[in-house]
């Protein structure tokens, strides 16, 4: 089992959990291959909505994948995203600069926003699990 830190709008995220999928990369299928059924995913959304200037810079889900393998969607007018099936917990949204210190891939690093850039990379169990913790202690998330 591996470990991943997706990246999207918390706006995107919550269609995704409302709706049982991920995506990530502006829809590339290339990064969704690289994750596994059973993997966990969480999801760090620097803004409220795409593009945006309302910066959020929160975890807003966590889950694990679903068996099967990505798999596109119709979302109209050609755009045809790649998206994996995710069962996804009650979590909270958590801001994540109260847990800099705390998390391996920030730990130390005054440029710890670059990484996050990627879209998606792999983290630590540790750094998951911290995550986890945080986010089921607090309240569940409210979809909208």
């Known amino acids: 089992m591996k470990h991943w830190i997706a990246v999207a709008s918390a706006k995107h995220v919550r269609i995704g959990r409302a709706h049982g999928f991920m995506q ?51 979302m109209g007018g050609g755009f045809h995203p790649f998206r994996r099936d995710v069962a996804w917990s009650d979590a909270a949204e958590v801001p994540i600069r109260p847990l800099l210190e705390s998390l391996a891939f920030t730990r130390d690093n005054p440029n710890w926003g670059y990484k996050l850039r990627l879209g998606l990379f792999e983290i630590s169990s540790e750094d998951m699990e911290l995550i986890r913790h945080v986010a089921s202690s607090s309240r569940p998330l409210l979809l909208v």
């Open 24 to 74: 990530v990369c502006h829809g590339k299928g290339g990064p969704l291959r690289r994750i596994s059924p059973g993997d966990r995913v969480a999801y760090y959304s620097p803004t409220e909505t795409f593009g945006g200037k309302d910066r959020l810079q929160a975890f807003t889900a966590i889950g694990v994948v679903k068996p099967g393998v990505p798999y596109q969607a119709d």
